[in-house]
Every structure is written in C-alpha cells, then in structure tokens.
C-alpha cells in the first residue's frame, strides 16, 4: 500500500510540473523516440533552437526531478528517460494529451501511440512547436534567443502558416533570381502566384536602423523592369523587433523608407508590425501576421 501511495504521489508530481513546463514534454518526447540511445544535449538544443547552456539548465531541473538520467559514453553525456519515469508514461497519457491540447489549440490530436509511446505526435518538430517553446523558454527563465536563430525560427513558421494556407488558386513558384542593377542575383523567401501572375515575399526582422537601412539598399538595387507582365511585385514584410527591451527604430521609419522605394517603383508592398520579444514569439501575432500577407498575395495575383 506504501509502495502504491508513494507511485501515486510521484504521478501527480510529474503531472503539476508537466503542465507547467511544456518544454519538458518535447524534450521527453524526443528522448522517448530515441530509445535506448539516448541524446546529448547538443543534439536536444539544435532540434529546439536553444543555447547548450540553456538547454543544460532544463535537464538540470529534469534530472533533479528523476524524470531523465544521464550516461557517461566516451567524452558524450547521454540524456535518457529515467527507468522510474518510463514505467509511468502510460498511466500518464491522458496528460501529455491535456498538455499537447493546451499547446497546440490549432492542431487535431488523431493518434498518441506510435511505436508504443504516449507521447503525442503533436509534439513532433513543427516549426510553430519550435515557435511556442522558444516563447515557453522566455516566459519560464527570462533568457534570450540569439537573434539569427529566432529570426530562422520564426521566418520559417510563417513561411509554414502562409504555405499551408494557401487558395487552391495560388501555389508556390519555382521563380529564378531577380537581378540587380549591378548584375547580382537575389532570391526572396517565397514566390507564390497563379498562371498568370507571381509576386515574392521578403520577410525580414528589423531592430536597428542599421538592418534597416541594409534590406532597404539591397532592394533599391533590384532591376524591377516593367516588360516582365507575369511579375505582381515584392511584398517587403517586415516585423520591427525590441532589442534589450527597448525600440530602436519605430514603424513610422519604416514605413518612410518603404515609401520612398514605392514612390519610384509601383511593384513594392509594404505590411509592417512591432512586437517585442514575446510577442514576437506568440502564434496569434504571426497567425495575423501571416494572414495579412497572404491576403496582399490574394489581392495582387487573383
């Protein structure tokens, strides 16, 4: 009776901390996955775009928990799913569904079992998975993402959002480069259209004046001729990011700058949002946002 009592209250323990801590779900489910083989903490923080050291701190807590164990193989530390934890994972499937619910309210949850895990495969490496937990990271330790990491992170979720959402009207286009007036190549993030019409889309965070003033120039060079009648345009998407908590730049500056290309080129549209660095990290904000794009996308090829 003891031993059961005393399985029960290790249960509800792994259940509080699971529920506030969705990072440690898709870490135990990448773990799950692996097996006996195990991960480094190398591998863990590549697949969820965070620093070692942040990613040392959270199996830390995990470890003290009994949730994970670690092995020594060679110079590797091996992360695993400790022997206790594995022999709950099945009286605890109907909270890693709760969670996965909570986590991901747009996605349907079909199946939590594949290869004898219940781990939902909701929580399988989408990029608003990656989105969420890098938000859930913020929130949790008050630690920052490096920037080239969050702006890939974030630049493909919305790529993703944008994609699969699209009319049956308007696909993606395998467009070649666009030249510059000094004979450079520049490819945009995605080309969508119809057969009659493309436009590309550049989707860029800017902080600083200086990241302004760069993306701004590359497209002032662009050779933008008017005898290509299948091009619609550039849509120039950019989202005006904090940086140490403060704006450097504001969204009227913005907006001038891409007013002075348009001014000389009717091909250039402009969608503009600020967030800092949660909201930057909040699915609804890129959910509008990417919505606000690919409406433009539907305005100027339909």
Do not use: C
Request: zero cysteines.
């Amino acid at each position: 009776m003891f031993w059961k009592d005393r399985k029960m209250d290790q249960r509800q323990l792994y259940e509080n901390y699971l529920f506030e801590k969705p990072l440690a779900v898709a870490i135990i489910h990448l773990l799950n996955e692996k097996k006996d083989e195990g991960m480094t903490a190398t591998n863990l923080a590549e697949i969820l775009h965070l620093s070692v050291p942040t990613l040392y701190r959270l199996t830390l807590e995990m470890h003290q928990l009994n949730l994970i164990k670690s092995e020594r193989k060679g110079r590797k530390n091996i992360f695993k799913i400790s022997n206790e934890f594995k022999g709950l994972l099945p009286s605890l499937e109907a909270t890693l569904k709760n969670i996965a619910n909570k986590n991901n309210n747009n996605d349907s949850i079909n199946n939590i079992s594949r290869n004898n895990s219940t781990i939902p495969l909701s929580y399988q490496n989408t990029k608003f998975d990656q989105v969420s937990m890098a938000k859930s990271l913020l929130e949790e330790y008050n630690l920052p993402l490096n920037p080239r990491v969050a702006e890939t992170m974030i630049i493909s979720a919305l790529k993703q959002k944008i994609l699969s959402n699209l009319p049956l009207s308007i696909t993606p286009k395998n467009i070649k480069p666009i030249n510059t007036i000094l004979k450079e190549k520049t490819r945009f993030d995605i080309y969508l259209g119809n057969k009659d019409k493309y436009i590309a889309i550049e989707i860029k965070i800017i902080e600083t004046t200086r990241a302004l003033r760069e993306s701004i120039g590359n497209i002032a060079l662009l050779d933008l001729k008017d005898n290509n009648k299948k091009f619609a345009g550039i849509i120039i998407a950019y989202i005006i990011s904090s940086m140490g908590g403060k704006f450097y730049i504001s969204e009227k500056d913005v907006s001038e700058a891409i007013n002075a290309l348009s001014s000389r080129n009717n091909k250039i549209f402009a969608i503009i949002s600020m967030a800092d660095r949660y909201q930057i990290l909040d699915t609804q904000f890129l959910d509008d946002f990417a919505f606000r794009i690919l409406e433009k996308v539907k305005e100027e090829v339909s």
